[in-house]
């Protein structure tokens, strides 16, 4: 009885130092562009631009994110990324995600819907 006390201490600290020294999982493109934005709607087929809308960008898995807006001409979608350069763009796909790497603040463009829209990551400098 008491080995058996002796073994399941054991394996419960083992277990516990090796979740302690796992190295933090490493980012990806979704961790870079995640964030909230300012911009405007430069462009819409079907209407009007418009000032003062906001997107937020979300890493709903890896180097793949959700995008949601605060204007309802700009449905929730998802994009899968990858990295062309100095830029994270949607990798395949008719609509348009774009984040440019060496802008400061960095600069994200969509084109969803025949809405176009651009704007800045709030409070943020190139990571």
Known sequence: M???FVFACAVI???AALQASAPPPKPDLADLV???YAGDVISDARG????N???TVSRIAP???SVKSSY???PTRTFRLERVMDTIQNKGGEEVFLVELKKSPISLM???DDVSWAGVRSGDAIP
């Not at 009007?48 to 000032?51: A, G, I, L, V």
């Open 110 to 112: 969509l084109t969803i």
């Open 34 to 36: 995640s964030g909230n």
């Open 53 to 55: 809308v906001d997107v």
């Open 48 to 51: 009007s631009s418009r000032d």
């Open 72 to 74: 309802s001409r700009i």
């Open 63 to 65: 180097n793949t994110v």
């Open 2 to 4: 008491r080995y058996g």
């Open 13 to 15: 600290l083992g277990t």
